[in-house]
């Protein structure tokens, strides 16, 4: 009786540990995740290989990314964080290892005993991505239009909702992709697409629907999607908002709120890593900051840690691929 007691406390005090062991992980892979985003992919590395350490495909993913982006090329340490995703099964690293023909190991024909070559990792990618996307996975159908480069699968990623694709099928078609027998004919599909991007969710979509909107007039639905996309912690989105708020007499119909249009583009100051966004905001915060009282200042910049507090990060949502 007593060892069946003492089993079962050593197990509680085990699952206790792994419980706290993948909440730090989260945590890590998360703060990894947002530095990323934000174009800080040196600061990331150590939060994204802390998270990548625990086995967490993702960050084994972003690891590879950052690792790669900082050094500017495809480092042993990046093909290891790629590799141990894609054996967990994770396409987009299946992805990248397919594109490495340049790898030296390649090259020489001598790469280490158990590396799967490109090609093997491109077939992976395909047989994962085709098994994923029968199951109606329209995400999975969207790398099913990397791999094959067949816009069937692209058409049918947005058509089963994978908001990503709706925005980049919509572009496409936007900037001449595809064939269309009436001008407003396409105008009406790009419209629909960014549409249902936009109430998917995506951010570059609800900006990209909100200037469809203000060509129409319908200056009510350009003001709600830029808010919306700006709540999202789009960086160009929250510029854009804020600087619009700054403007005492608005094109679009905004409200002029010196003290909150203060507060976001001071709230991008953060984003000095990369993408020049600092730079915008030095040039257009001093003009809003000349109306203002210094109580209005400090008030503004209460606002933006009670912003920055209750919204998900800054990011400049780049391309997973």
Not at 22 to 33: E, M, P, R, T, V
Not at 66 to 87: D, G, H, Q, V
Not at 147 to 162: H, I, M, P, R
Not at 171 to 196: T, W
Request: one cysteine or more; proline letters at 4%; glycine letters at 10%.
């Amino acid at each position: 009786m007593k060892q069946k007691l003492v089993i079962a406390i050593i197990w509680i005090f085990s699952a206790v540990a792994h419980a706290h062991v993948s909440a730090d992980s989260q945590l890590a892979k998360n703060q990894g995740l947002a530095l990323y985003n934000q174009f800080k992919a040196i600061t990331a590395v150590p939060y994204l290989k802390a998270a990548a350490e625990s086995g967490d495909h993702e960050a084994q993913y972003y690891l590879g990314e950052a690792i790669r982006k900082n050094k500017k090329y495809m480092t042993p340490e990046a093909m290891s964080a790629y590799e141990a995703s894609a054996l967990q099964g994770d396409i987009y690293s299946m992805i990248r290892l397919a594109g490495e023909k340049n790898d030296l190991c390649v090259a020489m024909g001598n790469c280490p005993k158990g590396r799967k070559e490109p090609g093997v990792w491109g077939k992976l990618a395909l047989d994962t991505a085709s098994v994923e996307a029968a199951k109606g996975n329209a995400e999975a159908m969207y790398l099913m239009f990397i791999v094959t480069g067949d816009d069937e699968w692209l058409k049918k990623s947005a058509e089963n909702g994978y908001a990503y694709a709706q925005y980049f099928l919509g572009v496409s078609y936007r900037e001449g992709r595809g064939f269309f027998l009436l001008p407003s004919n396409r105008a009406e599909v790009v419209e629909r697409l960014l549409k249902s991007s936009a109430e998917g969710g995506y951010p570059q979509g609800m900006l990209a629907y909100g200037a469809i909107l203000a060509e129409k007039k319908d200056l009510q639905g350009f003001r709600l999607w830029n808010e919306k996309a700006a709540e999202t912690g789009y960086a160009t989105a929250v510029f854009g908002y804020g600087s619009y708020l700054g403007e005492e007499s608005s094109e679009f119909g905004f409200t002029y709120d010196p003290v909150k249009s203060y507060a976001l583009l001071h709230l991008l100051l953060e984003l000095d890593g990369g993408g020049g966004m600092p730079d915008y905001v030095n040039f257009a915060l001093p003009e809003i900051a000349a109306k203002m009282t210094p109580e209005q200042i400090e008030k503004a910049m209460v606002f933006s840690r009670e912003w920055k507090a209750t919204r998900p990060p800054l990011s400049f949502f780049p391309d997973k691929l």
